[in-house]
């Protein structure tokens, strides 16, 4: 079982949650906007690093998404995608996270028989950022947003057949899209060896709340028993809008799952 809790925390707001993060043992995953890459310096980034590194703490980082695509057609947007993608490969080689997350930007109701085209965008623009981060060395993951199986990340994590791009396997937006007959099992027994990190969150299947674990419908008793078998070292990361929701998660994983302090 993983030792260390991650907590989803957005750059320009990381300063004023150290404190609390070193107290409690509870690791950030740093959401770096695009808004944010284009204004902040050097200097800012390095400044949070020496934090972490004097607190004793890791981090992991949330790529940039809204409104993104590595696998446009759009030649312009995945332009843009890439110059993003860039820029958060630029903030890592910093912050050197254990690991990376992005977003796929595929939906099969966009894209219909088109999954092929997007497919090989897609496949050139993780080169780049595997390219990007290879001096730095973190895992880059892939996560699941509206994918109501799992056939299409598979086919890019086979396509680009490397050993540091892996799967972030969100159970929240699994339990929101996730085909009827693509359960908790279905999808670990595909992608399950392929989970890097995994972003834990509750709702009821009809918004992303980013509910506390036990307040919706996502059977986590199970869920926990599949990431011990399939992925037990994989990076845990409770994605909360408040600290009272993330205080609150913390406690109910406890009662799923034994978490340990890092040593």
Same mark, same amino acid.
């Given at each position: 079982?993983?030792?260390? /809790?991650?907590?989803?925390?957005?750059?320009?707001?990381?300063?004023?949650?150290?404190?609390?993060?070193?107290? =409690? =043992?509870? @690791?950030? %995953?740093?959401?770096?906007?695009?808004?944010?890459?284009? $204004?902040?310096?050097? %200097?800012?980034?390095?400044?949070?690093?020496?934090?972490?590194?004097?607190?004793?703490?890791?981090? $992991? /980082?949330?790529?940039?998404?809204?409104?993104?695509?590595?696998?446009?057609? %759009?030649?312009?947007?995945?332009?843009?995608?890439? @110059?993003? !993608?860039?820029?958060?490969?630029?903030?890592?080689?910093?912050?050197?996270?254990?690991?990376?997350?992005?977003?796929?930007?595929?939906? &099969?109701?966009? +894209?219909?028989?088109?999954?092929? =085209?997007?497919?090989?965008?897609?496949?050139?623009?993780?080169?780049?950022?595997?390219? #990007?981060?290879? &001096?730095?060395?973190?895992?880059?993951?892939?996560?699941?947003?509206?994918? *109501? *199986?799992?056939?299409?990340?598979?086919?890019?994590?086979?396509?680009?057949?490397?050993?540091?791009?892996? @799967?972030?396997?969100?159970?929240?937006?699994?339990?929101?899209?996730?085909?009827?007959?693509?359960?908790? *099992?279905?999808?670990?027994?595909?992608?399950?060896?392929?989970?890097? *990190?995994?972003?834990?969150?509750?709702?009821?299947?009809? &918004?992303?709340?980013?509910?506390?674990?036990?307040?919706?419908?996502?059977?986590?008793?199970? +869920? !926990?028993?599949?990431?011990?078998?399939? #992925?037990?070292?994989?990076?845990?990361?409770?994605?909360? @809008?408040?600290?009272?929701?993330?205080?609150?998660? /913390?406690?109910?994983?406890?009662?799923?799952? $034994?978490?340990?302090?890092?040593?």
């Amino acid at each position: 079982m993983s030792e260390i /809790i991650h907590a989803h925390v957005p750059f320009l707001q990381i300063e004023q949650h150290l404190g609390y993060m070193m107290a =409690s =043992s509870v @690791h950030p %995953e740093i959401f770096l906007s695009g808004e944010t890459l284009d $204004t902040i310096l050097p %200097e800012q980034l390095e400044s949070v690093a020496a934090s972490l590194t004097a607190g004793g703490i890791s981090c $992991t /980082i949330h790529a940039p998404f809204m409104d993104l695509n590595p696998g446009s057609e %759009e030649r312009l947007l995945r332009d843009a995608t890439r @110059h993003r !993608f860039q820029q958060v490969c630029h903030a890592a080689a910093i912050l050197k996270p254990k690991v990376m997350v992005f977003h796929p930007g595929y939906d &099969r109701w966009r +894209y219909g028989d088109k999954q092929s =085209s997007w497919l090989k965008h897609a496949i050139d623009t993780f080169r780049e950022v595997l390219e #990007a981060t290879a &001096r730095t060395g973190c895992t880059i993951a892939i996560e699941n947003i509206f994918e *109501e *199986e799992p056939a299409t990340l598979l086919a890019l994590l086979e396509a680009c057949n490397h050993p540091r791009l892996r @799967h972030c396997f969100d159970v929240g937006h699994w339990n929101l899209f996730h085909a009827p007959a693509v359960g908790l *099992e279905e999808w670990f027994a595909v992608l399950g060896a392929q989970i890097a *990190e995994v972003h834990i969150h509750d709702n009821k299947g009809f &918004r992303d709340d980013h509910a506390p674990v036990g307040d919706g419908t996502i059977d986590f008793a199970l +869920y !926990f028993q599949l990431l011990s078998r399939y #992925a037990p070292d994989a990076v845990w990361t409770i994605e909360a @809008h408040s600290r009272a929701c993330l205080e609150r998660a /913390i406690k109910s994983i406890a009662s799923y799952a $034994t978490c340990r302090k890092p040593e």
